[in-house]
């Protein structure tokens, strides 16, 4: 086993205010995929940390949810020496 896969991975949201409810209602829906923290309140940033087995599954609710409304991401955490999430 690689060291760096037991690490929990980090990715930045930003929505808009209004949908932070049900951003958190739609993630919660998705049982035990991440855990979400209100970063900043006022630009509406949210930050989700999941397992490393679990980065695919994020990216698909990601994608899921910015059909819904409207979801932006501010910075995925990488690795060192990873060129990709």
């Given at each position: 086993m690689r060291l760096e896969f037991i690490f929990?991975?980090?990715v930045y949201v930003e929505l808009e205010r209004k949908d932070i409810a049900l951003f958190?209602?739609?993630l919660?829906?998705?049982?035990n995929l991440a855990y979400m923290s209100v970063v900043d309140k006022?630009?509406?940033v949210v930050q989700l940390v999941c397992a490393?087995?679990?980065v695919e599954d994020l990216n698909?609710?990601?994608a899921a949810a910015g059909r819904e409304i409207n979801v932006k991401v501010?910075?995925?955490?990488?690795?060192?020496?990873?060129k990709t999430f």
């Open positions: 929990s991975r980090r958190k209602f739609l919660e829906s998705m049982d006022y630009r509406a490393p087995g679990s698909n609710f990601l501010v910075y995925k955490g990488a690795l060192k020496n990873e």
